[in-house]
């Protein structure tokens, strides 16, 4: 049995990126992934496949509703077939490329479901191997909803939503949040119509509210329906279809909605199952999460990243935390801020956020100016027709630092990273309001939302 430095659990992108570093930093590194390739939920069910798809009937639609206006005549027919086979075509592409980095970097793959097996020890099969460092990398798994049976015939989770067979003719979304946004996107585009259903009264909470109410209408334009402070109690599938039954949260008639698909999406849990943590004396919190501080566990010698500890379950987050325990792991200053870790949402018109909402602040009592531009004001998204939108920026009302910013808009996830980057450098909104951007682009606009911090945006 080989002796390593490091043995990663879990090989999505918070242990894959970790791996990585570890490599990179010299020390000798296993990654233990017991799904049949690397990647993680981000790459084989998450992120990468929700993106494939969502691209695709982002141009489906374009090319059924837009195209005319700018003069290409097309009449699209949609092949979902092959929508589907591209989107695996990708993923097998990118888990492929993970498997070469693990080669690249010295990462010994152990094929297998890893169990801590006491102090320093990771067993996986019939094998047991030594490791100075153990990091645990479990990630997440759907939150399931008592009284709904998800079978991945009509009651689906995401990874189900992500490979339907036909274009359902109704479909019900249980969440609007981040998953069930999308993935209701992905559907309605190719020809279903959608009902979110939605417990509290409003849409994505964590989005800024004013942004919410904004995506809520464009969503609600496109066609998709809301029934928000509404729970399902239950949901019966046969074979053509389910029936969900839904009551108001206040209180109020119960409703049946039958359609020929259900999305279960309200949240993701922390997976630790079977993971031994016991052996080597760690206890989840209340949640089911890995309590951390800068990465370590209470155990010694035992770390976590990912959606597996406490924190946004998002991709970039696990990185971060991947490469910052690596670094602590070689004695370098690895860390991370969590105060700049930007949220995307890849609907149509895209929403992207970092930093403070408006009701952060007003909850902490902080001072702010707020600076806003409308996309319907910025060249390019005009000549775009794509004007919907706007940008907004958070700045403290004495020393003008960007403790915000939120952008509703195409794009909107290529543009945070602008504000994520003067973020970390603690720039004050002049900063951005005083740098030269390209013109035509609609990066303009966010140099504009920082000129109206101080009241002269010149542009509308
Ligand atoms: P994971 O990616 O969940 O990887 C954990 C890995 O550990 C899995 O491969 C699992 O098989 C393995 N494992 C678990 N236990 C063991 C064990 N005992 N032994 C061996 N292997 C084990 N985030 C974004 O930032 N952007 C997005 O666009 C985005 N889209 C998403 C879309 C969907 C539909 C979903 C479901 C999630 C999405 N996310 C997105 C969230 C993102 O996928 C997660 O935050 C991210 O994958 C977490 O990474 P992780 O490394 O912590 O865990
Ligand atoms: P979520 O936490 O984003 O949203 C869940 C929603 O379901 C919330 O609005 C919640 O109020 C609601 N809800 C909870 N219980 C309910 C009930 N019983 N009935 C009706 N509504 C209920 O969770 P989601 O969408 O499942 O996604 C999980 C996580 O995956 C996200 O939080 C995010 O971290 C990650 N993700 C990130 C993406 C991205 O970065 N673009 C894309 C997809 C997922």
Same mark, same amino acid.
């Given at each position: 049995?080989?002796?390593?430095?490091?043995?990663?659990?879990? @090989?999505?992108?918070?242990?894959?990126?970790?791996?990585?570093?570890?490599?990179?930093?010299?020390?000798?590194?296993?990654?233990?992934?017991?799904?049949?390739?690397?990647?993680?939920?981000?790459?084989?069910?998450?992120?990468?496949?929700?993106?494939?798809?969502?691209?695709?009937?982002?141009?489906?639609?374009?090319?059924?509703?837009?195209?005319?206006?700018?003069?290409?005549?097309?009449?699209?027919?949609?092949?979902? =077939?092959?929508?589907?086979?591209?989107?695996?075509?990708?993923?097998?592409?990118?888990?492929?490329?993970?498997?070469?980095?693990?080669?690249?970097?010295?990462?010994?793959?152990?094929?297998?479901?890893?169990?801590? $097996?006491?102090?320093?020890?990771?067993?996986?099969?019939?094998?047991?191997?030594?490791?100075?460092?153990?990091?645990?990398?479990?990630?997440?798994?759907?939150?399931?909803?008592?009284?709904?049976?998800?079978?991945?015939?009509?009651?689906?989770?995401?990874?189900?939503?992500?490979?339907?067979?036909?274009?359902?003719?109704?479909?019900?979304?249980?969440?609007?949040?981040?998953?069930?946004?999308?993935?209701?996107?992905?559907?309605?585009?190719?020809?279903?119509?959608?009902?979110?259903?939605?417990?509290?009264?409003?849409?994505?909470?964590?989005?800024?509210?004013?942004?919410? =109410?904004?995506?809520?209408?464009?969503?609600?334009?496109?066609?998709?329906?809301? =029934?928000?402070?509404?729970?399902?109690?239950?949901?019966?599938?046969?074979?053509?279809?389910?029936?969900?039954?839904?009551?108001?949260?206040?209180?109020?008639?119960?409703?049946?909605?039958?359609?020929?698909?259900?999305?279960?999406?309200?949240?993701?849990?922390?997976?630790?199952?079977?993971?031994?943590?016991?052996?080597?004396?760690?206890?989840?919190?209340?949640? *089911?999460?890995?309590?951390?501080?800068? *990465?370590?566990?209470? $155990?010694?010698?035992?770390?976590?990243?990912?959606?597996?500890?406490?924190?946004?379950?998002?991709?970039?987050?696990?990185?971060?935390?991947?490469?910052?325990?690596?670094?602590?792991? @070689?004695?370098?200053?690895?860390?991370?801020?969590?105060?700049?870790?930007?949220?995307?949402?890849?609907?149509?018109?895209?929403?992207?956020?970092?930093?403070?909402?408006?009701?952060?602040?007003?909850?902490?009592?902080?001072?702010?100016? @707020?600076?806003?531009?409308?996309?319907?004001?910025?060249?390019?998204?005009?000549?775009?027709?794509?004007?919907?939108?706007?940008?907004?920026?958070?700045?403290?009302?004495?020393?003008?630092?960007?403790?915000? @910013?939120?952008?509703?808009?195409?794009?909107?996830?290529?543009?945070?990273?602008?504000?994520?980057?003067?973020?970390?450098?603690?720039?004050?909104?002049?900063?951005?309001?005083?740098?030269?951007?390209?013109?035509?682009?609609?990066?303009?606009?966010?140099?504009?939302?920082?000129?109206?911090?101080?009241?002269? $945006?010149?542009?509308?």
């Amino acid at each position: 049995m080989a002796q390593y430095d490091v043995v990663i659990i879990g @090989a999505g992108p918070g242990g894959y990126n970790c791996a990585i570093r570890c490599g990179q930093l010299g020390l000798k590194t296993a990654i233990v992934e017991g799904g049949p390739t690397l990647g993680g939920t981000c790459l084989n069910v998450g992120c990468m496949p929700s993106k494939a798809l969502l691209h695709a009937s982002e141009m489906f639609e374009q090319a059924s509703k837009e195209f005319a206006h700018l003069g290409i005549e097309v009449t699209p027919k949609l092949n979902l =077939k092959q929508m589907l086979a591209q989107k695996a075509e990708s993923v097998t592409a990118l888990t492929k490329g993970v498997e070469f980095l693990m080669k690249k970097n010295k990462v010994d793959w152990l094929k297998g479901w890893g169990v801590i $097996a006491g102090p320093g020890k990771v067993r996986v099969g019939d094998e047991t191997h030594d490791a100075k460092n153990i990091i645990i990398a479990t990630g997440s798994e759907p939150t399931p909803l008592p009284g709904v049976t998800v079978d991945n015939k009509r009651v689906l989770d995401s990874t189900g939503a992500l490979s339907i067979p036909e274009v359902p003719k109704s479909m019900v979304v249980i969440g609007a949040g981040i998953i069930g946004l999308e993935l209701g996107s992905v559907w309605r585009r190719l020809g279903a119509e959608v009902t979110v259903v939605e417990f509290l009264p409003r849409i994505t909470p964590g989005m800024d509210e004013e942004v919410a =109410k904004t995506f809520q209408r464009t969503l609600t334009k496109q066609g998709m329906s809301f =029934k928000l402070g509404s729970k399902v109690t239950g949901a019966k599938a046969s074979a053509k279809g389910v029936e969900v039954t839904v009551e108001p949260v206040a209180g109020g008639a119960v409703e049946t909605l039958k359609a020929d698909y259900v999305l279960v999406a309200i949240g993701r849990r922390p997976y630790t199952n079977g993971l031994g943590l016991e052996s080597v004396g760690i206890a989840l919190d209340k949640r *089911g999460f890995v309590p951390n501080d800068h *990465g370590k566990t209470t $155990a010694a010698g035992v770390w976590v990243v990912g959606d597996a500890t406490t924190g946004v379950m998002l991709a970039h987050k696990a990185e971060e935390e991947g490469v910052a325990v690596a670094e602590l792991i @070689a004695g370098k200053a690895g860390h991370v801020n969590y105060g700049v870790i930007p949220s995307v949402v890849y609907s149509s018109p895209e929403v992207a956020w970092v930093g403070k909402t408006e009701d952060d602040l007003k909850v902490e009592g902080v001072a702010y100016k @707020a600076g806003k531009f409308p996309f319907s004001a910025n060249s390019r998204a005009k000549i775009n027709h794509e004007t919907e939108g706007f940008v907004k920026i958070l700045a403290d009302a004495k020393t003008d630092r960007i403790l915000g @910013a939120h952008i509703i808009g195409p794009q909107a996830s290529e543009m945070i990273g602008e504000y994520c980057v003067a973020m970390e450098f603690s720039a004050a909104s002049e900063d951005i309001a005083r740098t030269c951007h390209p013109h035509p682009t609609r990066s303009e606009a966010l140099r504009q939302a920082a000129m109206a911090v101080e009241g002269w $945006a010149m542009q509308a």
